[in-house]
């Protein structure tokens, strides 16, 4: 009897552990992937969760598998983020060992994104910095205005506009040095900022925030299919 159970805690262990296995296998597959087709430098950390894995690769169906991607996989500025969980994703056993997954059907995804603010300085060019100013930005940059140099800061708030991240200045003034307010005013205008935020999947932008590191972006997509390009 002792030994009966003795066999039975093996064969377990080793169930658990060809589990684990196959997982880890899946999600180096699907990392190399990711990078592959995303042209990335780096590959993205994947989780697909759920216990036991193989009834789900037998299935064809994964509950919840999440996406993570640091700055240096990205080919971004310090500070650049993307974290995305794909939920009901569902991938047939044959496609994945035959090799041929064209499309993947996918329930939900839901994501956030941290563009950093180095990212969006250089967007704006010069000598531009950003940074967290309660629920707004504060922006900093030396312009050019009718041949005159000035040093400005600003406020401003972020928003959406469709897919384009807007960051609108409300309020400008010399940095440091007195500027006359019409050259203020004339210049405030090269603070104001529009970043395309290009999406692929069928994903949308459901929403964005300051953060400590960068201006993080909500998204989401509902009965998607991630296609092979």
Same mark, same amino acid.
């Given at each position: 009897m002792r030994a009966l159970v003795v066999l039975l805690v093996l064969l377990?262990? $080793?169930? =658990?552990? #060809?589990d684990r296995v196959a997982v880890g296998v899946a999600e180096g597959q699907v990392a190399r992937q990711i990078a592959a087709q995303g042209? $990335?430098?780096?590959?993205?950390?994947?989780?697909?969760?759920?216990?036991?894995?193989?009834? &789900?690769?037998?299935g064809g169906r994964y509950r919840d598998v999440r996406i993570s991607l640091t700055a240096e996989q990205l080919g971004r500025p310090e500070g650049t983020t993307a974290d995305v969980v794909l939920r009901g994703v569902r991938l047939p056993l044959s496609s994945v060992v035959s090799g041929e997954v064209r499309e993947v059907p996918v329930d939900s995804i839901d994501g956030t994104a941290t563009l950093s603010y180095e990212l969006l300085a &250089?967007? #704006?060019?010069?000598?531009?910095?950003?940074?967290?100013?309660?629920?707004?930005?504060?922006?900093?940059?030396?312009?050019?205005?009718?041949?005159?140099?000035?040093?400005?800061t600003?406020?401003?708030? =972020?928003?959406?506009?469709?897919d384009v991240l807007v960051v609108d200045v409300e309020r400008a003034s010399g940095a440091g040095v007195d500027v006359p307010g019409f050259l203020v005013e004339r210049a405030s205008d090269l603070l104001d900022l529009r970043y395309p935020v290009e999406l692929p999947f069928g994903l949308r932008l459901t929403g964005v925030s300051p953060a400590d590191d960068g201006v993080e972006?909500?998204?989401?997509?509902?009965?998607?299919? #991630?296609?092979?390009e």
């Open positions: 377990v262990g $080793l169930g =658990v552990l #060809l042209d $990335l430098p780096g590959r993205p950390e994947v989780e697909i969760r759920g216990f036991p894995f193989l009834s &789900q690769a037998f &250089q967007e #704006l060019g010069g000598d531009t910095t950003l940074r967290r100013e309660g629920d707004g930005l504060r922006i900093t940059r030396t312009v050019e205005v009718f041949g005159v140099t000035l040093p400005l600003a406020v401003g708030t =972020v928003g959406l506009d469709g972006v909500r998204v989401e997509a509902r009965d998607t299919v #991630l296609a092979a």
